[in-house]
């Protein structure tokens, strides 16, 4: 049989993890936008991954805006004379 001390343990160890991990994933609930690629999903906006979503599959053929964006590398903001 499992003691009081040990079931109180147990619960407000689940409800300190709880309450930590809904703060760390709290920036999951921020909409990213692409400018020129709206309504897509975005996968990774460090490395911007992008994909399509399913309510744009409607047609055979894929709309150039819709395409899906892979980085595997950091964009640079500005490029300088070479």
Not at 7 to 13: G, I, M, N, Q
Not at 59 to 70: A, D, E, L
Request: net charge neutral; no cysteine.
């Amino acid at each position: 049989m499992i003691s009081r001390r040990s079931f109180l343990k147990a619960v407000s160890a689940s409800v300190a993890l709880t309450t930590a991990s809904r703060r760390l994933l709290s920036w999951a609930d921020e909409a990213v936008e692409v400018p020129g690629k709206e309504g897509l999903i975005v996968r990774s906006a460090r490395f911007l991954d992008l994909e399509m979503p399913p309510e744009f599959f409607d047609s055979w053929i894929t709309p150039v805006p819709h395409f899906f964006v892979r980085n595997h590398m950091h964009e640079p903001n500005t490029l300088g004379p070479s």
